[in-house]
């Protein structure tokens, strides 16, 4: 087969859809508002998109409840539901490059992380799914007495669905794969800082054929659009990724309808190298695991244990490869790191290193903003780091990365569960008994032993403690999206 070189640098893309997808239709928000969406390597806004509100996401709830009571969704076979799924993956691998560059302009992400990562792992999300839709079975229950009795996974209803800007198109797709699979209809609220894949997947979805009122976008805020979705009695259930605070908002908002909740939420997830790891590659997967998409990531390993005796030379090495990564243009081939999402974000990175400076840890490389233009913050390595500095307790969602020196297993693991999140974690070991053990000992929903970040839709993935409630993707996610019915028939 003949190498296909990828270009150099890519073209941005054209902005197609900036409405809202409601009942199967685009129109404007019902007020008429609508707000920027900025480019974060140049700070320039790319365009305005329609700001959904609690009249929107009324109209919504409607429109998803008709869909989901009556019309062609509600009767169609579940095979055909998969194939429409089918349908929708294929389409966006026909638009891959068209896609993976408005992620990059809309998040700024590295163009080449957008296409090898984001879009492949959306659309094999979505074929995963798409597989599952005639495979949800109900069990027979042998119970007492001349009975019949029997279960049926029947779907939930309509689902709402609000999701971050770290992953856009492959949040969506978490989402709307098990949700569709289960016979759902959906109402998605992409994050105000990522609206455009998420729409121009809508759009994607129409062109497959989705029966109107099955998957409905509305870009908006948190607190207007986002609330309204939480509080609206139409709505049968919220699935939330996002921050843990914002979580804690959504529960007791959600607590007027008793709606059912999944979240997937932040971590400060333990990356434990031993010495006698092979420490190349737990270098370069300590690197993956921590500046992977400029740090934006629930499961970056941000608490990096190495063990004392190879903590220096760690150390330095780390340091030289964090040196070789590339800033800037992320529509550059050559770019490693883009810029962070938005100025918020960018703020809230800077005080963290401030904060650690103050704290007495030894920031070893970087610290600083990269650059006068675009949110840009150069990769940041500080050691001498101890558990209690807000550095090692808070989730700070950008490329810092602190190294914590341990002496013995118990205490690794002791300090690695001394947190209030359980998202993931990672060993390196040659010893496997030591791998098995660390897997079984630290409390958290992924553990990765050898490697890091690595996702596969079958493979369920959610948190421990504070950092959520029940599993996205595997099999796992179908509960979410399900009732179980109980059917109970007299024999006599
Ligand atoms: P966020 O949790 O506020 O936003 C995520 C989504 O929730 C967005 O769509 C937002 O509009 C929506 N939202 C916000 N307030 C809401 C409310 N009251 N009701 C319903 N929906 C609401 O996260 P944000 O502000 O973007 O980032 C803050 C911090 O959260 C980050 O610095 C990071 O630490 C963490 N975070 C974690 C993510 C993860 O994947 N676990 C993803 C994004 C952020
Ligand atoms: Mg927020």
């Given at each position: 087969m003949a190498t296909v070189l990828e270009p150099t640098s890519f073209a941005p893309p054209k902005v197609r859809q900036t409405q809202l997808l409601i009942g199967g239709k685009w129109r404007d928000a019902v007020s008429g508002k609508t707000f920027a969406t900025v480019n974060p390597a140049t700070e320039e806004v790319i365009a305005e998109v329609a700001e959904g509100d609690a009249a929107d996401i009324d109209l919504a709830a409607k429109a998803a409840r008709a869909a989901f009571e009556s019309g062609p969704w509600a009767k169609m076979d579940a095979r055909d539901r998969g194939k429409l799924m089918t349908k929708l993956a294929n389409l966006i691998e026909d638009n891959f490059d068209e896609l993976a560059a408005l992620e990059s302009l809309d998040n700024g992400k590295p163009i080449c992380d957008a296409r090898a990562a984001d879009l492949p792992l959306t659309i094999d999300c979505l074929h995963y799914y798409a597989g599952w839709a005639d495979k949800i079975h109900g069990q027979t229950i042998p119970i007492r007495g001349d009975y019949f009795c029997y279960t049926r996974r029947e779907p939930l209803g309509v689902c709402g669905q609000i999701i971050p800007w770290n992953f856009p198109m492959l949040m969506a797709a978490w989402k709307w794969g098990p949700a569709l699979a289960a016979g759902c209809t959906v109402i998605m609220k992409p994050a105000e800082q990522t609206p455009l894949t998420c729409l121009r997947m809508g759009e994607l979805a129409m062109e497959a054929g989705f029966p109107p009122g099955v998957i409905n976008v509305v870009p908006g805020y948190g607190p207007t659009a986002g609330a309204a979705l939480v509080k609206h009695p139409g709505v049968d259930k919220i699935a939330f990724t996002g921050e843990h605070r914002t979580a804690q908002i959504i529960m007791a908002d959600a607590a007027q309808t008793l709606k059912r909740l999944t979240f997937e939420l932040g971590g400060k997830s333990p990356n434990i190298v031993f010495a006698d790891a092979d420490l190349d590659a737990a270098i370069a997967g300590a690197e993956f695991g921590l500046f992977f998409n400029q740090g934006q990531c629930c499961c970056a390993g941000s608490r990096l244990f190495v063990e004392e005796s190879v903590h220096d030379e760690f150390v330095d090495k780390m340091v030289e490869r964090a040196n070789t990564r590339v800033l800037g243009n992320p529509f550059d081939s050559k770019t490693t790191q883009g810029p962070q999402v938005d100025r918020a974000q960018f703020d809230k990175i800077l005080s963290y290193i401030e904060k650690g400076k103050e704290q007495g840890a030894a920031c070893v490389t970087g610290g600083n903003r990269y650059g006068d233009k675009g949110y840009f913050i150069e990769p940041t390595i500080f050691t001498g780091v101890t558990d209690d500095m807000a550095i090692a307790t808070d989730e700070i969602f950008g490329p810092v990365m602190n190294i914590l020196k341990f002496k013995d297993f118990n205490e690794v693991v002791e300090r690695s569960n001394r947190t209030n999140f359980g998202l993931a974690a990672a060993v390196w070991t040659r010893d496997v008994s030591k791998a098995h053990r660390i897997a079984n000992s630290v409390r958290a929903g992924t553990v990765w032993v050898n490697c890091?970040?690595?996702?596969?839709?079958?493979a369920p993935f959610g948190g421990f403690k504070m950092s959520g409630i029940g599993r996205e993707l595997g099999e796992a996610a179908l509960a979410n999206y399900t009732e179980l019915k109980t059917v109970t028939m007299s024999l006599a």
């Open positions: 890091y970040d690595v996702f596969d839709a079958a």
